[in-house]
T-cell receptor
Framework: DTAVSQTPKYLVTQMGNDKSIKCEQN?????MYWYKQDSKKFLKIMFS???????INETVPNRFSPKSPDKAHLNLHINSLELGDSAVYFC????????????FGQGTRLTVV | SQELEQSPQSLIVQEGKNLTINCTSS?????LYWYKQKYGEGLIFLMM?????EEKSHEKITAKLDEKKQQSSLHITASQPSHAGIYLC????????????FGKGTLLTVNP
C-alpha cells in the first residue's frame, strides 16, 4: 500500500483555471506538508498542518489554499493558475512536530499553458 | 533562515567508483536528513542524523554529521547505476513550527 498518495500525478491546464491536488496518507501521521519543486529542482516548503491545524504558511500567493478535512488528508487548491505555478508539488507526512522521518508522495507535475 | 549548500551540484562517475556528496549548513543542525529522488518519483528517505559525530550506514551508503553539526557528507561505495538520481539534504528547523528545508540537490549519474 502506498504510504503517501497524491492525485493526479500529472496535470496540464490553462492559465486562469482553478485546480486541486489531493493528498492522502495511511501512516497515521499527524503532520502533513506541501512542498513545491521548481524547474531547478529546488524543494521549498509551502504549508504544514498538524492535527488539521495550519502550522506553517510560507510566503505563498493567496491563490494557494490548503485544506485538511482530517489528519489523513491535505489537499491543495490553486485559483487563477499562472504560468509560474508550473512545478512539481510534493505532499509529505511525518509524526509529530519534532525531527522525524518525513514520507513523501510521488509528486504532481503541474503544467500551466 | 536555514540555508543548506550542497556540493557538487552534479557528479558523473564510472560504475564501481566511490563518491562523496557534501551538505553544509549556515546554522547548527537539529536534524539532518538525506533523501534520494529519481526522475518522476517522490523522495525516498535514506537516513537521519541528529548527534554531532553521528554516522549511519545503509547498504553501500554512509552518512556522517560532523561534531559541530553544521556539515554532513554522504558517501557511496562501489557505485552502481541504481544509485543514480538526485540526492537532497534536508534540515529540520526545530521548535514548534518544525519544517524541513532542503538543499538544491546533487545530480548523480553512474555510467556502466
Amino acid at each position: 500500500d502506498t504510504a503517501v498518495s497524491q492525485t493526479p500525478k500529472y496535470l496540464v491546464t490553462q492559465m486562469g483555471n482553478d485546480k486541486s491536488i489531493k493528498c492522502e496518507q495511511n501512516l497515521g501521521h499527524d503532520t502533513m506538508y506541501w512542498y513545491k519543486q521548481d524547474s531547478k529542482k529546488f524543494l521549498k516548503i509551502m504549508f504544514s498542518y498538524n492535527n488539521k491545524e495550519l502550522i506553517i504558511n510560507e510566503t505563498v500567493p493567496n491563490r494557494f489554499s490548503p485544506k485538511s478535512p482530517d489528519k489523513a488528508h491535505l489537499n491543495l487548491h490553486i485559483n487563477s493558475l499562472e504560468l509560474g505555478d508550473s512545478a512539481v508539488y510534493f505532499c509529505a507526512s511525518s509524526q509529530g512536530l519534532t525531527p522525524s522521518e518525513a514520507f513523501f508522495g510521488q509528486g504532481t507535475r503541474l503544467t500551466v499553458v | 533562515s536555514q540555508e543548506l549548500e550542497q556540493s557538487p551540484q552534479s557528479l558523473i562517475v564510472q560504475e564501481g567508483k566511490n563518491l562523496t556528496i557534501n551538505c553544509t549548513s549556515s546554522k547548527t543542525l537539529y536534524g539532518l536528513y538525506w533523501y534520494k529522488q529519481k526522475y518522476g518519483e517522490g523522495l525516498i528517505f535514506l537516513m537521519m542524523l541528529q548527534k554531532g559525530g553521528e554516522e549511519k550506514s545503509h547498504e553501500k551508503i554512509t552518512a556522517k554529521l560532523d561534531e559541530k553539526k553544521q556539515q554532513s557528507s554522504l558517501h557511496i561505495t562501489a557505485s552502481q547505476p541504481s544509485h543514480a538520481g538526485i540526492y537532497l539534504c534536508g534540515a529540520g528547523s526545530g521548535g514548534s513550527n518544525y519544517k524541513l528545508t532542503f538543499g538544491k540537490g546533487t545530480l548523480l549519474t553512474v555510467n556502466p
